[in-house]
Every structure is written in structure tokens, then in C-alpha cells.
């Protein structure tokens, strides 16, 4: 098994990895809209999902991943209201991709976070 860190302040405090590889899979923990060189958070929702998503594209790549290898995701969206405001971002990344996917509208640890974005990869 191996461990990846994004270098998160967030991954020491609250004791997870980034991802966690083991064998075929990568495990992508959920990532918010943080601009992780900056430690800055944008305020609309389409940008916060294409910071998680160049986290994640790093963190793939970083594991022996690519998007591509993506099968599974969820996103955790902090109001119904702002659905309609991420859904170009998500197909402009995954729509060829096309993994099984859920939403969920539910609260997150930040006021700033609108959006959290989990996958796992498969290379078989």
C-alpha cells in the first residue's frame, strides 16, 4: 500500500492521505476548491470544482493514474442551488470519462467549501 500527500495542512491535522494505492486501485480522499500552492479558496462553485479536479488530476499522476482511470465519484455540494453552476465543469472534465457517479447536498467543515469532490481509479 502507499500513501500520497498533497502537502495539505488538513491531511496532518486530521490524520488521512490524499490517495491511498493499493494494487489496481487508487482511493482519492474528498478534495475541496483550494488552490493548495496558495491556500487561497475561490468564492463561485465552477472554480472551486476545477481546483479539485487539477488536485486530483495531480494526485493521479502523482499515484501512476490519469482521469481516465477514474470509475467512481462523488460530490458533496453544499446547496441544490449551485448544481446548475458546477455541471459544465464536470462534463468539460468527465464527460468522456463518464465513472458512476453520486451527488449529495450536504454540509462541509468550511463556510468557504462549496464543493467536495471524491473518486476512485481502476487500472486493471
Known sequence: MRRIS????????MGYSRAV???GWCFVSGVTGYDYATMTMPEDIAAQGRNCFATIARVLEEA???????????????????????VPVLGDVLG???PAATMVIAGLIRPEMLVEIEVTAFKG
Do not use: C, H, N, W
Open 6 to 13: 498533497s502537502g495539505s495542512p488538513f491531511e496532518a491535522t
Open 96 to 98: 468522456e470519462i463518464r
Open 64 to 86: 501512476g493514474f490519469t482521469m481516465a482511470d477514474i470509475v467512481r465519484v462523488q460530490y458533496t455540494v453544499t446547496d441544490a442551488a449551485l448544481v446548475e453552476a458546477l
Open 21 to 23: 494505492v493499493k494494487g
